[in-house]
C-alpha cells in the first residue's frame, strides 16, 4: 500500500472520529458569554417568621338579669254612694187669707186661676237644686203643670207632672180648708223682694208645726202678681231659718 492510500485511511478514520466524538455538538461549543465572570452572591433566602395566629379571647355571653315582673296592685273598685234619691217637696197649694169671703156661687182665686199654657216659674233651692213649674193644660177645675226638678246628685232631671185646683173652698165656719192653709199661720209685716230685676210686694205669713214632737216654723212669702203666689218660703227645721225655695224667674 502506497503512503497515498495511507494518508487518505488516516484522514478518513480522523474524520470518522471526529463525526462519532464531535458531531453530537454540533462541532465546538461556542465560548459562554458568561465565562470568566464572577458568580452573583447568592442571597440567602430569609423566611419570615410565621405570625402567630392570635384568637381573641371568647366574648363571654352577658344573659341580663330577668326584669323582675311587676305586677301593680289591684286598683281598688270604688263603688260610688248610691244617688240619693231627692223629692223636691210638694209645691203648697195656698190662698192668702185676705181673699174675700165668697158670698152665694162666688169662687175663691188660688194661685193658678189665672194661669195659661205656658205660665212658668223656676226656683233655686237647698244643694243647688232648681225647681220649675209649666202650666200645660188648663181646664175648668184645674191646672196641670209639668215639674222638673235637676239636682247636682241626679244623672238626669225629675219630671212629673201635678194638678192645682183653679179655685179653692171656702172654710166651713171660718176654719182654714185645705187651700187656705195661711188661715191657720200668723200675719207677718209686708216685705219687699227683688226677683229678675222686678220688686215685688210680698206678705209675709209664719205657721208653726210639729212633727217628731219638734216644733218646725215655716215663713212664706207670696205676691198676686206671679204664677201661683209663692216667691220664697222657709223653715227652721235643722235647727235655725234657712231658705228651702225661692223665685229666681217667672213668665205669666
Known amino acids: 500500500m502506497s503512503c497515498k ?34 458568580e452573583p452572591a447568592t442571597q440567602p433566602t430569609v423566611t419570615p417568621p410565621d405570625t402567630p395566629k392570635v384568637t381573641p379571647p371568647d366574648t363571654p355571653k352577658v344573659t341580663p338579669p330577668d326584669t323582675p315582673k311587676v305586677t301593680p296592685p289591684d286598683t281598688p273598685k270604688v263603688t260610688p254612694p248610691d244617688t240619693p234619691k231627692v223629692t223636691p217637696p210638694d209645691t203648697p197649694k195656698v190662698t192668702p187669707p ?7 156661687g162666688e169662687k175663691i182665686k188660688t194661685g193658678w186661676s189665672d194661669a195659661k199654657v205656658g205660665t212658668m216659674v223656676k226656683f233655686k233651692m237647698q244643694n243647688n237644686m ?38 179653692g173652698k171656702p172654710a166651713p165656719d171660718g176654719k ?22 222686678k220688686s215685688l210686694k210680698c206678705e209675709v205669713w209664719e205657721v208653726v208645726t210639729e212633727a217628731g214632737g219638734k216644733k218646725i216654723t215655716s215663713r212664706s212669702y207670696m205676691c198676686k202678681d206671679v204664677p201661683g203666689w209663692i216667691v220664697k218660703s ?4 235643722l235647727g235655725s231659718m234657712a231658705t228651702m225655695m225661692e223665685l229666681v224667674e217667672f213668665k205669666e
Not at 98 to 104: A, V
Not at 137 to 162: E, G
Request: proline share 10%; with cysteine.
Open 5 to 38: 492510500s495511507l494518508m487518505l485511511m488516516m484522514v478518513c478514520l480522523v474524520a470518522a472520529m471526529m463525526l462519532t466524538f464531535g458531531c453530537g455538538n454540533g462541532g465546538d461549543e461556542p465560548a459562554d458569554p458568561n465565562a470568566g465572570k464572577p
Open 234 to 237: 222657709e223653715n227652721d227645721a
Open 130 to 167: 232648681t225647681m220649675s213649674q209649666e202650666v200645660t193644660k188648663v181646664t175648668d177645675d184645674a191646672v196641670t203643670v209639668k215639674v222638673t226638678t235637676v239636682a247636682p246628685a241626679m244623672p238626669v232631671p225629675m219630671v212629673r207632672n201635678q194638678d192645682f185646683p183653679r179655685y
Open 98 to 104: 185676705d181673699t174675700p169671703k165668697p158670698t152665694g
Open 176 to 197: 182654714a180648708g185645705p187651700e187656705n192653709v195661711q188661715a191657720k199661720g200668723k200675719k207677718l209685716p209686708d216685705q219687699t223682694l227683688t226677683v229678675a230685676g
